[in-house]
């Protein structure tokens, strides 16, 4: 029911924000607000969407919470019971216009937690990713993930942990964790871990509306409007992605006419702002990088030697297989295909690399181009297994059908 998941995605974390403010512990509030999604699933498609949604699902997922209280102890119970049933209790809690994600995000990110930690719980908690699409981001199984994330939660039970605002020393971190937060959500909804569907559109404006929050609470945070000129350049590409039959159409195949223009002068614009001012971050280095691509009139006329410069500074500020994995597609391009597989062979002793299909699909890409078809046929067939997107697979499945190289894979620089 799309209407139901809009709503969802529209309210939850206000609801989740609702429910910390009165009761405090993020894990009695998600499972409250998971009871109260699947009441909601099973009554709304029958009753239909209630007029004031927010105030529905936090009437439920607080007589959730109430009810655990009864069951857990008289003292909470007389505690929970006096804060709550005053009759104005749920009103005060649903009557809150102001946009509570981005507060969230600060309050989840909690300095008792590790940097990987609150990143996670806010992409679970908050965000609302499944563990499957937050472990594709860090390279883990699921298991692996949701073992992480029930560690978080215990850590927190364990520290007293209370969802305050962080105090000024405390701010830096936590916001650079949510700039995390909001580029990974972007990432989800730009290129989709999973399923069907190559894009979600609506998640990656979402991102890009939090990040545009952040960027007007602090204009002078470089990496956040790094961040956020990042995701204009790359989602300005978005309606040129998806062809007949929600195919995937890489860089090269792009017909760059349909790029928004308006998303590319705003992200360039940010980026001219943000780069003189002095620390460079990865964000920026990441935007300076599209902005070399969506510079280019056609992909021929793309500068790789640029843009492998680049992915050569960014590999110093923020090291790690990804940024490894793209490099090696710049230098590729740049110079020779040999460079460029040269500087993958490390990655395939990495055990998170092994089990993650771009490693296989850009190592096809550079033997197509080094002129080893069979070499990249096979790993072509390795990509295509691994991957759990459908319209990554099908385009996988085309290379295997073509003789001769051909346009980088989407995981690629530029591949996208």
Known sequence: MKVLDDVWRREAPHVLGALLRRYGDLGDCEEALQDAAEAAAAQWPVDGVPDAPRAWLITVASRRLIDRARADSARARRETLDATQRPDAVEDLAVQDRDDTLRLFLLCCHPALTRPSQVALCLRAVAGLGVEQIAAAYLVPARTMTQRLTRARTVLRQ??????MPSERDLPDRVAAVIDVCHLVFTEGYARTSGAALLDAGL?????????????????????????????LTHARSPARVGQGGDLVPLAEQDRALW?????????????????LGHVGRFQLQAAIAAVHAEAAAYEETDWLQISVIYDMLSRVAPGPAVTLNHAVAVAMAHEPAAGLAMLRPLLDDPAMQRHHRLYAVRGHLLDLSGDAEAADEQYRIAARLTASLPEQRYLNRRLARSGPGPAPRGAAGGR
């Open 260 to 276: 928004r223009r308006d998303l590319i002068a705003e992200g360039v614009g940010l980026l001219e702002r943000t780069l003189p």
């Open 204 to 232: 990656a404006e979402e991102a890009i509306r939090l990040t545009r929050q952040l960027h007007a609470a602090l204009p002078g945070h470089a990496e956040v409007a790094g961040a956020l000129a990042l995701m204009l």
């Open 159 to 164: 520290a007293g942990a209370r969802f305050v």
